[in-house]
């Protein structure tokens, strides 16, 4: 995957990442084919994003990225910025500095474990059928989105550092 390579977004830089993916994947298969171990799995899509939050919370600090890592001038001694890079607004702000997921982020974390987890895993148990089974994929998914969502909005890439937006 190419989401754990990039060491400059360092919550994706870890082993996690592909879990992540291959755990929704195996749930949403057992989900939508009916298995009867498919809570199990549900379940497990929960505890793996926990794993993911806990470990990308992190995974910024124990990086060490600097402004002299960052650049790759850190051999030369401490760089600074004299100048913004830019007067507006431009893309490496707008997308890999982005703050508004984590202002929300404690209560999206909430809303993407209980719709991609926890509820299918309880609605699965109750036999209602095909019911069931449409009503857990729709909350499925729309947990998955929120997660996906957290994914890229809680990315904090080394970017942010040239233009302050870490420390």
Known sequence: MIYT???????????????????FALAGGAMLSGRSWAPVLLLAVGAVLVAVWRVGDTAFAKAGQTMGTATGLDRLGVPAVLDPAHTAGNYLKREMIFVVGRKHAAKLRKIALALASVAPALILLVPLGV??????????????????????????HVVGLYYGARG
Do not use: C, D, N
């Not at 390579?5 to 755990?23: E, G, S, Y």
């Not at 994929?137 to 890229?152: I, K, M, Q, V």
């Open 131 to 156: 019911y069931s089974i449409a009503l857990a994929a729709a909350l499925h998914f729309a947990g998955a989105l929120a997660a996906r969502w957290l994914f890229f909005a809680e990315a904090e």
């Open 5 to 23: 390579q990039i060491k400059a977004v360092p919550r994706w830089h870890h082993w996690l990442t592909p879990v992540m993916f291959l755990t």
